[in-house]
């Protein structure tokens, strides 16, 4: 959710840009309401919070790519 110099909504917008069909997973140690919240965006198709197992992970990658 946040990033060193750029804001996650300009990371957001500049990969719509160059892929219109990207699947966005947001990440972030915010629950999933604060985090939804600030990055509004309907690219943005799931959430996981950190920590996370690596397992959960590769299931919602598989599951994202696969919808």
């Given at each position: 959710m946040t990033i060193p110099g750029t804001s996650s909504r300009d990371v957001i917008a500049e990969a719509q840009s160059m892929r219109p069909d990207v699947k966005i997973i947001l990440t972030s140690a915010y629950?999933?309401?604060?985090?939804?919240?600030?990055?509004?965006?309907?690219?943005?198709?799931?959430?996981?919070?950190?920590?996370?197992?690596?397992?959960?992970?590769?299931?919602?990658?598989?599951?994202?790519?696969?919808?």
């Open positions: 629950s999933r309401e604060m985090a939804t919240q600030a990055v509004d965006s309907p690219l943005v198709k799931e959430f996981i919070r950190k920590p996370f197992p690596l397992d959960d992970m590769v299931a919602l990658l598989r599951d994202t790519l696969a919808s």
